[in-house]
């Protein structure tokens, strides 16, 4: 996390692995520079879709995978792709769970 641009009293930051559609309860906490926590904060995220649901058929396959490769593999050729091998990686793991 760090220091919001906006206010000297809040901070920002970003998590790029709330994949799945359905809802995340996350809870957060402050330490200073003592080493004193702080109460912690619990908030609900709801995610509507899934990022790796990228023909937007309402599932995450195959078919994704193979346009996340796919669009890899252009990448390689001088086109830019929008996804990473992480991606690709997160999502083999993903659907080992399920074939």
Request: with cysteine; glycine share 4%; hydrophobic share 35%.
């Amino acid at each position: 996390m760090q220091k919001s641009l906006f206010s000297d009293y809040n901070y920002e930051g970003t998590f790029k692995y709330f994949v799945e559609k359905g809802d995340y309860k996350i809870i957060i906490y402050a330490v200073d520079s003592k080493g004193v926590y702080s109460s912690p904060v619990s908030i609900k995220i709801h995610q509507e879709v899934s990022k790796y649901d990228v023909n937007k058929d309402n599932n995450v396959d195959l078919k994704d995978m193979m346009i996340i490769l796919s669009s890899l593999t252009n990448c390689n050729q001088g086109k830019m792709s929008t996804y990473y091998l992480s991606d690709a990686l997160y999502l083999i793991q993903y659907l080992m769970k399920y074939y």
